[in-house]
């Protein structure tokens, strides 16, 4: 399965926002310590519009905190994708991982799921669709397997 996470930082549509960090809710999440907290749009295509609703898969749900003292591009993610359509509707999967920002191609454990997802294990090659400003839709290749 391939999913788009779009996580925006800024502008109107902010998916994620920083809670805690070296200068509290003001951190900015390219600094060591920062804790941000997402919910991010899951599409099935890596463009979103406001009357794209059927692309829409669902929400990841989670956190991702800075975990680099120098270069600020690592994250240790740890998000749970709620699926909102109506094939999976109610199901959840589990992520886990280190992402490497600067790294072309990263990888996400599946750690677990509900619903139709119950006990999935696998992971997601993760890559860096597209980046505008502090804003990011990354593509995750998802492989996984249920019991």
């Known amino acids: 399965m391939v999913f ?3 996580d925006n930082v800024t502008g109107n549509n902010v998916t994620a926002i920083p809670v805690a960090g070296i200068n509290g809710f003001s951190s900015l999440p390219g ?3 920062t804790i941000v907290v997402i919910s991010d749009v899951i599409t099935k295509s890596p463009q979103l519009t406001e009357s794209d609703s059927h692309n829409i898969v669902g929400r990841a749900q989670g ?3 800075n975990t680099n003292l120098v270069t600020g591009l690592d ?5 749970t994708l709620i699926f909102h359509n109506t094939e999976y509707n109610g ?3 589990e992520f886990q991982g280190t992402d490497r920002f600067d790294e072309p191609q990263r990888e996400y454990a599946v750690v677990g799921g509900t ?11 993760v890559t860096t669709e597209s980046l505008s400003g502090k ?3 990354l593509k995750l290749n998802t492989t996984f397997s249920t019991p």
Do not use: D, E, P, Q
């Not at 994250?75 to 998000?79: H, T, V």
């Not at 619903?115 to 090659?125: D, E, I, L, S």
């Open 4 to 6: 788009y996470m779009h």
């Open 31 to 33: 600094r060591f310590g």
């Open 63 to 65: 956190i991702y905190v």
């Open 75 to 79: 994250f240790l993610m740890a998000f």
């Open 91 to 93: 199901s959840t999967m």
């Open 115 to 125: 619903g139709k997802f119950r006990f999935a294990r696998g992971y997601a090659v």
């Open 135 to 137: 804003n990011s839709v």
